[in-house]
């Protein structure tokens, strides 16, 4: 009714008071156009001790340009995690797969500079994946991602350095990292089985802007092969942090 005063509806907010002065804040910096890892981790059930902080860095396009390329330098990296301190989080977690395709190294010079600069905990989907890998004895896997063929080639190379062999692999051949989220449930699940045929010893679905986490929790037990969906697993690099 015009000239009436408006509704203001009360909320109980005694949870919300109650909430542990001690929860662990894990922030998590994201590439700008990823619209997957924020609602993955708001679905992941973590309890109240632990909370989700997330910041972006700018990123479009996945090609070998160089253009695309510095998309990732470490100083921009730093830049958008740093934003993250101002929130006291406990840890900063990079969850983009970049490393996979620029080479490990980058990854790992971005947490120790972080970590050096801000005193903060830091990691990587791509170093935590890397990490379960060698702790699991793993030298084969099958790779799908969205990506082209020369960013699939370049991870494929990458990987071969570090001792890791890719026996089977399926990639989208997207650009815009904005479409990778568009990808079908179906398609991700679809090129899963397809690299599954050659029974490699664990298959990566790599791109966190990939809705992986259904497809990589319904087919590990109906396949019988161990599968890591980097969104997962960046989520879990925080926890690991955290303690």
């Not at 590439?31 to 479009?60: C, D, Q, W, Y």
């Not at 395709?101 to 970590?115: A, E, K, M, N």
């Amino acid at each position: 009714m015009v000239g009436s005063r408006p509704v203001v509806r009360s909320f109980d907010i005694g949870p919300l008071m109650q909430l542990d002065a001690k929860v662990k804040r894990i922030g998590i910096l994201l590439p700008s156009s990823n619209s997957v890892l924020e609602p993955l981790a708001a679905k992941t059930n973590v309890g109240s001790n632990i909370s989700f902080h997330f910041s972006r860095l700018g990123v479009i396009d996945i090609t070998l340009a160089s253009n695309s390329i510095n998309q990732f330098t470490l100083a921009a990296q730093y830049d958008a995690g740093k934003l993250l301190c101002d929130a006291n989080v406990d840890c900063v977690i990079w969850g983009g797969t970049s490393a996979s395709w620029l080479g490990l190294q980058h990854d790992i010079d971005f947490c120790t500079s972080f970590t050096q600069k801000t005193g903060v905990s830091a990691g990587t989907c791509v170093l935590e994946m890397n990490q379960i890998m060698a702790s699991d004895r793993v030298k084969t896997y099958g790779l799908v991602t969205p990506y082209t063929s020369d960013v699939q080639y370049q991870i494929i190379e990458n990987y071969k350095t570090l001792g890791f062999s890719c026996v089977s692999e399926q990639h989208y051949g997207g650009i815009l990292s904005n479409d990778y989220a568009s990808i079908p449930t179906a398609q991700t699940e679809k090129m899963v089985r397809l690299v599954a045929k050659k029974n490699p010893d664990i298959i990566l679905i790599m791109c966190t802007n990939m809705r992986g986490a259904t497809v990589a929790a319904t087919l590990a037990p109906e396949l019988g092969i161990p599968i890591m969906d980097s969104a997962t697993v960046a989520i879990q690099s925080g926890l690991r942090l955290v303690g």
